[in-house]
């Protein structure tokens, strides 16, 4: 293929990515006005949060096998249209529940085109440095762009109300589908891949079973019953997915890609640094709002280093692969991303500057980390596994930030709930007692001098929430880090 319309592909794959991975984000601005708007509780919340990455993940590894089975083009422009339709849906939801349902049809169309652009850009770039320079593109846009989410948000709802987060994507969507259709290549699939639909419920079971344990488990009032049957659930889908898998002739996910020390780095970077910046995210943009007192605009414009240093960090891991290794810009990656994250543990509250510099370091290396294992896993797969790899790849990202949401989500919510102690006297709700949305909800029923007690504790409540969840980002970062590096030294 000709130089410029490589790096055209390029940009029309890319367009894509960026609507994909802010999508996943930029609803966390949107959270407090929806949860007005909708009525929803806080495990609705997790949940209009989390479906969307739970469900990509769970069909990414299906994805990839129809996509090498019918043709990348053919899933990606089938991915544009669903993607389209749903944000559609999503923007004029009327319930929480629906708003749910049209997250889960979005995640769909995510699934069907993510696989596509990694195996297309790695057919499309041959020239090896070539190839390692658009890998660094990519993984700077899911990384710098699923940051960048937030910021898209701010700006929206600093004039529109929160369905325009969904409405933003259909121009795009347009103009990427005309890009697609006439200048994607378009490359025969192979007819004799199996794709097994089974092992996708499967995968989906697991994921969505160990979700709902997470969540149950987090809850003011846990049912220890639905937590326990949510994690048998999750345990035998997982269990019944690998059994089918080392059975089958071929099967959607071969494991033994993971014998490979460098792919499997790969894995564990791309898990915990999506974890680290989905589950940061997450309750950094609603204390910003609803602690701080900031508007969507100004919390998306304090949270703006993040995504402007992924963004330059991701081109530079691509050229420094070569020089370096992947294993070795990954553990200094996470290193400086948990740098970062402790430098704003200790000074959040201090000078403006202070803030500045831990968020572009957290950017900086969460953009490096995913270039470099985007590179690890796609270059050390073979070729007639490109979109097996691709969806390897793409579930690591998304597990690792449903996860993320769900532990990180969970954890929020039951420190908040075990702060909240009111004094005696103060009658207090269930809803103000289940989180801050609920507890300023409630306080606008009440009189001043009950309505000020009340938000003072909710608040207090939730900044004793918010440190423990950057002290677990800061402590997941830091082991990553040392795990690989240590790995690493005694391969050598």
């Known amino acids: 293929m000709q130089s410029h319309l490589r790096w055209l592909v390029l940009a029309i794959l890319s367009s894509a990515l960026l609507l994909i991975v802010i999508d ?26 989390n479906a969307y990455a739970l469900t990509v993940a769970g069909l990414l590894p299906g994805m990839g096998a129809l996509g090498d089975r019918f043709g990348h083009k053919r899933m990606f422009v089938s991915g544009l249209v669903v993607f389209g339709v749903a944000s559609l849906a999503a923007a004029f939801s009327p319930t929480a529940g629906a708003l749910i349902a049209a997250r889960v049809a979005l995640a769909i169309g995510a699934a069907m085109m993510m696989p596509a652009t990694l195996a297309i850009i790695r057919h499309v770039f041959e020239d090896a440095r070539e190839r390692a320079l658009a890998f660094g593109i990519w993984a700077a846009i899911a990384s710098g762009g699923a940051a960048f989410g937030p910021v898209v948000g701010g700006v929206l709802l600093e004039h529109f109300w929160w369905g325009s987060v969904f409405l933003i994507n259909l121009p795009i969507v347009a103009l990427a589908l005309l890009g697609a259709l006439a200048w994607l290549p378009t490359r025969p699939g192979n007819p ?22 997470i969540k149950e488990a987090g809850k003011t009032d846990p ?15 997982g269990l019944a997915f690998l059994h089918r898998q080392r059975q089958a002739t071929v099967p959607m996910i071969d494991f033994t890609l993971f014998r490979d020390r460098t792919f499997s780095a790969g894995v564990v970077a791309a898990s ?60 200094m990656s996470l290193a400086l991303s948990a740098a970062g994250m402790l430098v704003y543990l200790l000074g959040y509250g201090t000078e403006r500057w202070v803030q500045i510099l831990s968020f572009s370091l957290l950017g ?86 009950l309505a000020a007690p009340l938000v003072s504790l909710a608040r207090s409540a939730f900044d004793s929430a918010f440190v423990m969840v950057m002290t677990v980002v800061f402590a997941l970062l830091s082991a990553a880090a040392a795990g690989i590096a240590l790995t690493t030294r005694r391969a050598r």
């Open 24 to 49: 996943m984000t930029v609803i966390y601005l949107a959270l407090p006005s929806l949860t007005y708007e909708l009525r929803a509780s806080a495990t609705e919340k997790l949940w209009i949060v």
């Open 364 to 449: 900086f290396g969460v953009g490096a980390a995913m270039t470099a294992a985007s590179s690890a896993m796609l270059l050390h797969a073979p070729p007639d596994r490109a979109g097996m790899a691709a969806s390897i790849e793409e579930v690591s990202y998304e597990l690792g930030g449903a996860l993320g949401i769900a532990v990180l989500g969970s954890l929020m919510s039951a420190v908040y709930a075990a702060a909240f102690v009111s004094s005696e006297g103060m009658a207090v709700s269930d809803l103000a007692r289940d989180s801050l949305d609920g507890a300023l909800i409630a306080a606008e029923a009440l009189p001043d001098a």
């Open 272 to 331: 915990v640094a999506s974890a680290a910046l989905m589950g940061m995210e997450l309750v950094l943009s609603q204390r910003l709002q609803l602690v701080v007192g900031l508007s969507p605009l100004q919390a998306g414009l304090t949270i703006l280093p993040i995504p402007l240093a992924a963004f330059i960090a991701g081109p530079l891991a691509g050229l420094a692969l070569p020089r370096l290794g992947a294993e070795r810009i990954l553990s």
């Open 192 to 213: 004799g891949r199996p794709f097994d639909p089974l092992s996708s419920l499967l995968v989906m079971g697991a994921l969505v079973g160990l979700a709902l344990a």
């Open 223 to 237: 049912s220890a019953l639905q937590a326990v049957a949510a994690a048998v659930t999750a345990l035998l889908c």
